[in-house]
């Protein structure tokens, strides 16, 4: 989990890596099972609302490490 979440963020720590656990199950029930993710955002609302918010930060940590990766 360690590498992964580095390679994936730039860096790691315990915050970073049960952010990413969180993204990476949500993601793949969304993928697997649509309407129970469906379900659970409409009877959750505001876990959506935290859950968009984990994306949006995951996503915006992996684009400022493939960018500086990309720096020589």
């Known amino acids: 989990m360690d590498k992964y979440t580095e390679l994936l963020l730039g860096q790691t720590n315990e915050e970073l890596k049960e952010k990413e656990k969180v993204w990476a199950l949500y993601s793949h029930v969304a993928k697997s099972m649509p309407a ?13 609302e935290q859950m ?5 930060e995951i996503k915006k940590l992996n684009e400022e490490a493939r960018g500086s990766a990309k720096k020589p």
């Open 52 to 56: 968009k918010q984990l994306i949006a």
């Open 36 to 48: 129970l993710a469906k379900h659970w955002n409409e009877f959750y609302p505001e876990a959506k």
